[in-house]
Nanobody
Framework: QVQLVESGGGLVQAGDSLRLSCAASVLTFSGYAMGWFRQTPGKEREFVAAISWSGARTLYADSVKGRFTISRDNAKNTVYLQMNSLKPEDTANYYC?????????????????WGQGTQVTVSS
């Protein structure tokens, strides 16, 4: 069983930055690919970013490419999402997730474990 705990969300203004963290309680954190998704009420969950077990490969949604950066520290069992130039449309609950499969990481169905989420609100 893997527990994921997100932190770092909050209320910011457009143009500001935030860094989300996701701490994993698992001995073999480096064995999992990690992803970030977001969801707003009434909308489907949306892929944001993913990172391979080593950190060598990253994927981004077009809507965040160039503004968000995903990274991980396997020694700390933590994955990060650095969010710069935030826009009101980035407002959502952000979830991290862990995948053992390392394939099709844009799909939420490929992830085995999910955190509870952290709210990000960007005011205009």
């Amino acid at each position: 069983q893997v527990q994921l705990v997100e932190s770092g969300g909050g209320l910011v203004q457009a143009g500001d930055s935030l860094r989300l963290s996701c701490a994993a309680s698992v001995l073999t954190f480096s064995g999992y690919a990690m992803g970030w998704f977001r969801q707003t009420p009434g909308k489907e969950r949306e892929f944001v970013a993913a990172i391979s077990w080593s950190g060598a490969r990253t994927l981004y949604a077009d809507s965040v490419k160039g503004r968000f950066t995903i990274s991980r520290d396997n020694a700390k069992n933590t994955v990060y999402l650095q969010m710069n130039s935030l826009k009101p449309e980035d407002t959502a609950n952000y979830y991290c997730a862990a995948s053992r499969l390392h394939i099709d990481l844009r799909s939420g169905a490929r992830y085995d474990y999910w955190g509870q989420g952290t709210q990000v609100t960007v005011s205009s």
